[in-house]
């Protein structure tokens, strides 16, 4: 899903966002810089296996996943994380890396941590390295539906 298509979506559900282009950055703290974003609203999308099948873990650009609290958040037996190759095709047009956390466009679940839920804004990739989407948190959980648990470190 190319950032149009995900705008379209977004258009569709009549909700207020801000596209926010910058220099093509990977590093968190290069994107938060660059196109102006708090850290801590800068969410990135970590693509991981649950029992064998891909889903989403949705946190702070700046914080890691902590394997065992998600497995414990989601019932699981078993989480780790995906290798590229196994998830690549699954975002056709998004840049390596870049995945909006919208996995229910993609038909995966989606884990949120806590903390992006105190805040009123969160920002994302938008299918590249040079574009971000930032909208409420309050239009992304109705959107997204996400499950949220503590399961950052």
Do not use: W
């Not at 899903?1 to 909700?15: G, N």
């Not at 926010?20 to 850290?39: D, F, L, N, Q, R």
């Not at 702070?60 to 497995?71: C, G, N, T």
Request: hydrophobic share 40%; with cysteine; net charge neutral.
């Amino acid at each position: 899903m190319p950032a149009r298509q995900l705008k379209e979506f977004l258009d569709k559900h009549k909700v207020k966002y801000v596209s926010i282009h910058h220099s093509t950055a990977y590093a968190a703290s290069e994107i938060a810089a660059s196109a102006h974003v708090k850290g801590k609203n800068l969410a990135k999308t970590v693509i991981v296996k649950l029992d064998g099948k891909l889903a989403m873990a949705v946190l702070p650009s700046r914080y890691h996943v902590d394997l065992e609290r998600l497995r414990v958040a989601s019932s699981s037996g078993s989480v780790e994380l995906a290798a590229e190759g196994e998830f690549s095709r699954e975002f056709p047009g998004c840049d390596e890396g870049a995945m909006p956390p919208f996995g229910n466009l993609y038909g995966m679940p989606v884990f949120v941590d806590t903390s992006l839920t105190e805040d009123e804004e969160i920002a994302f990739n938008a299918c590249t390295h040079t574009e971000l989407i930032q909208l409420t948190y309050k239009d992304y959980q109705k959107l997204v539906k996400p499950t949220v648990a503590a399961f950052r470190q």
